[in-house]
């Protein structure tokens, strides 16, 4: 008789009931010609967890109660229970390194897509949450009863530091709270960080004392760590009370370690999601952008792109909703084969923000799909206005009072000029 030589389905038990302090993990798999349903879950929950390739001569008793367990199948969707020894609290990367590691390159595995992590309370309190939250936010720039606003100057990057500070002073001047840098400006010899922060802190205090509105910028400290601290101090000592993480490229360790250093200074994080579509993109390999979102609520980002849905960016109206769903909401619902039910267990609420091809003849689509808890981020939209910036501004501005007041878009720009050059310059296209 053949010894056996693996031992892969010993990690799959469908009438294996998780303990309620077990982390669990809902993935898309395709298994490998060759390799069957079963084992291709048993891989995922061994190589996850306690096991390996091959049966060991010697293996401690105790080493059972660490196994994962591939515990529900319902065709290309399993459940994997994790016990919670498995995890150092307060440990994303580690969290990572296990769940979303070497499994992901397995061969007798065609695709692999991790869609949502369920926690326990315990590991999920031994993370901060965001420092502010959406409420927190909204008290800091006294604005209540309709989205967040902001931009970036566009294009993206090229404007020298005067140039950029000047831009941002009018997107305030329109009526815009943040001035946001984009992904790839961080320091460069066109536009350096440090002359940047103190062009803006002026032109902020200006447009302040010309509007009676609080207003606050988005800068990009994306950089190594330690001068990332840095920039974060500097932000601080010009009474910036935001800081803009590019967060996938930082790392989750980074995050954690900023998410620590802002909190002290009383900071909230703005995060961008540069680079996240290099693996949430394909539906069937991966990690959703839901699980991405979830994981920097529990870090603690008080803010994180979410996507559009009728902007340039891909994401349907469907996945917008999730991501916001676990952004906001203080206990989510289970949807079948799309996320598990979570409890936030008091951890404060993050806002989503919306970006990219937007402009104001999109707002009621925008509105419809995330209602007013949102940072809206209108930038190529109000600087190509026929008027300019500061009239782009005050279009967008005009097209949330419309919705409100429950006009169409038309209706209102009979009497506000700014709207109306808008819509006839753009009417409502949906950028592709």
């Known amino acids: 008789m053949q010894k056996k030589v693996e031992w892969y389905l010993d990690f799959v038990d469908s009438s294996y009931k998780p303990a309620k302090?077990?982390?669990?993990?809902?993935f898309y798999f395709e298994p490998a010609s060759g390799i069957s349903v079963n084992e291709a879950m048993g891989r995922i929950a061994s190589e996850s967890s306690t096991g390996t390739w091959t049966t060991l001569f010697k293996m401690p008793p105790r080493m059972n109660k660490l196994k994962a367990h591939a515990y529900s199948h319902s065709g290309n969707i399993v459940k994997v229970a994790?016990?919670?020894d498995l995890w150092e609290k307060g440990n994303c990367p580690q969290l990572l390194s296990g769940i979303g590691g070497n499994i992901f390159g397995m061969k007798a595995l065609d695709n692999l897509r991790l869609l949502d992590i369920h926690f326990p309370k315990s590991y999920l309190r031994s993370f901060p949450g965001p420092r502010h939250g959406m409420q927190g936010i909204r008290k800091m720039m006294n604005v209540y009863n309709r989205p967040m606003l902001g931009a970036v100057p566009k294009p993206k990057i090229g404007f020298t530091d005067?140039?950029?500070a000047e831009i941002g002073f009018e997107t305030w001047m329109g009526g815009f709270d943040f001035v946001k840098d984009d992904e790839n400006l961080t320091s460069t010899n066109f536009n350096n960080f440090d002359k940047r922060v103190k062009l803006i802190a002026k032109l902020r205090?200006?447009?302040e004392h010309?509007?009676?509105?609080?207003?606050?910028?988005y800068i990009n400290i994306t950089a190594e760590t330690h001068e990332m601290e840095r920039r974060a101090k500097l932000l601080h000592d010009y009474g910036?009370?935001?800081?803009?993480?590019?967060v996938v490229v930082t790392g989750y360790s980074g995050?954690?370690?900023?998410r620590n250093t802002l909190g002290d200074y009383g900071m909230a994080i703005h995060a961008h999601r540069a680079m996240h579509a290099m693996f949430d993109r394909n539906p069937k390999h991966g990690m959703s952008m839901y699980m991405l979102a979830k994981l920097m609520r529990m870090i603690g980002v008080d803010q994180i792109h979410a996507g559009t849905a009728v902007g340039k960016l891909t994401g349907t109206a469907g996945e917008v909703k999730n991501i916001s769903d676990t952004l906001r909401d203080k206990k989510v619902t289970e949807i079948k084969n799309v996320r598990f039910a979570q409890d936030w267990f008091g951890l404060k609420q993050a806002f989503p923000v919306t970006s990219g091809g937007l402009h104001p003849g999109l707002v009621p689509d925008l509105l419809k799909i995330f209602g007013d808890e949102c940072v809206m981020l209108v930038s190529g939209g109000i600087h190509g206005h026929p008027k300019g910036t500061r009239a782009g501004a005050m279009a967008t501005r005009q097209a949330i009072d419309a919705i409100h007041e429950g006009e169409t878009l038309e209706e209102h720009a009979k009497y506000n000029l700014e709207l109306r050059e808008a819509l006839e310059k753009w009417s409502h296209l949906r950028p592709v």
């Open 240 to 246: 910036f009370k935001h800081a803009m993480i590019d």
């Open 210 to 217: 010309a509007t009676g509105d609080n207003k606050d910028a």
């Open 162 to 164: 005067l140039e950029h």
């Open 255 to 258: 995050v954690q370690t900023l």
């Open 82 to 84: 994790y016990p919670l």
């Open 21 to 26: 302090d077990e982390l669990l993990a809902l």
């Open 205 to 207: 205090d200006k447009a």
